[in-house]
């Protein structure tokens, strides 16, 4: 699986398995690996009320005494919410249980024998978002996570 495929899919994981989400079906946390993902999240994820997108924003190349390309990849953890259509969701709480899910866990399920200092999620950030749709709370997650890529 592409490596970059592989965080997003861990985070959603993480997120799914945290009681805050339990109702949440999985078609309703979103990544990357969807072709379509704005169309997703226009014509379903804003129908519906609720939902969570995950994506890669950007990645830095780091020194790697492994002999390895190892990244810093910043990833978007973006929780959209409109409170008329889903009022038993709030988008800072969805946020607060986001960073309780994902912050401190291991980039791989399975984690080598040995891990390094890049092998944790990390979150760095987070904002509310004022350019999403009228009615629409829209709070964003940034997390950052190391990758190897060779």
Known sequence: M????????RLRDLIAAHAYFAAVAADEILTEQIADLEYQVESRLLNIGFGIVITTAAGKAVE???GA?????DLNISI?????????YNALEAQ??????????????VPP?????RDYF????????LDGPAGV???ELHVTAGLRLL
């Open 96 to 109: 607060w249980a986001a960073m309780q899910a994902v912050h401190g866990q291991t980039c791989l399920a």
């Open 2 to 9: 592409n490596p970059f495929f592989s965080l997003q899919t």
């Open 137 to 139: 709370n829209v709070r």
């Open 122 to 129: 990390r979150v760095v950030g987070h904002q509310r978002r």
């Open 113 to 117: 024998h040995v891990l390094t200092e």
């Open 80 to 88: 959209v919410h409109n409170p008329t259509l889903k009022g038993d």
């Open 64 to 66: 790697s005494t492994y």
């Open 69 to 73: 390309l190892v990244s810093d990849e």
